[in-house]
């Protein structure tokens, strides 16, 4: 099978990249998005959501919230606002951040910005999402516990 070369930048920092991926899903503005190599040239707006990079039997996931998705060849790069990976999201405050989101939300306190709320809540979900899911999968319990 042919791979594919992919990125995963923000403002920040390089958050993943690697010359041997089987495929990327990514969470497109208008819904997932799967690249694998030998794909159509695209630009694409992301959403907020997950994404996950396959690379043989191993699967790595990322919160997005926000940016594009372009692929050239046999590269894509994904150029995002954020980019977290699940093992860099700490579930105690992800979950403080959403429960707070919701408060918020239920309280609607004069002046709130309903929008901004909305994606706030919006991201807390996609975090403990990906955290949650990691943890999950077999095999993680042993990692988990070093920590």
């Given at each position: ?5 992919f ?7 390089i958050?993943?990249?690697d010359d041997?991926?089987d495929?990327?899903?990514?969470p ?5 998005l799967?690249i694998?190599?030998?794909?159509t040239?695209?630009?694409?707006a ?8 396959n ?11 926000g940016g594009?998705l372009?692929v ?5 790069i994904v150029?995002a606002s954020?980019a977290?990976p699940?093992?860099?999201i ?5 979950e403080e951040?959403?429960?707070?989101a919701?408060?918020?939300?239920r309280?609607?306190?004069e002046?709130?910005?309903m929008?901004r709320?909305?994606?706030?809540l ?8 990906v955290?949650?899911?990691?943890r ?7 990692e988990?516990n070093?920590?």
């Open positions: 099978m042919a791979q594919l070369r990125e995963l930048v923000t403002p920040q920092r958050v993943y990249a041997e991926v495929m990327v899903v990514a497109g503005a208008d819904g997932e799967g694998l190599a030998n794909h040239p695209l630009l694409a992301l959403g907020i959501g997950e994404l996950r990079v690379k043989g039997a191993e699967e790595e996931s990322f919160a997005v919230h594009y372009e050239l060849g046999n590269k894509a150029m954020v977290e699940a093992t860099e700490d579930l105690a405050r992800a951040a959403r429960e707070r919701e408060r918020r939300y309280e609607k306190p002046g709130l910005d929008a709320l909305q994606a706030a919006r991201r807390s979900r996609v975090r403990l999402k955290a949650r899911r990691r999950r999968r077999p095999g993680m319990e042993s988990l070093g920590r």
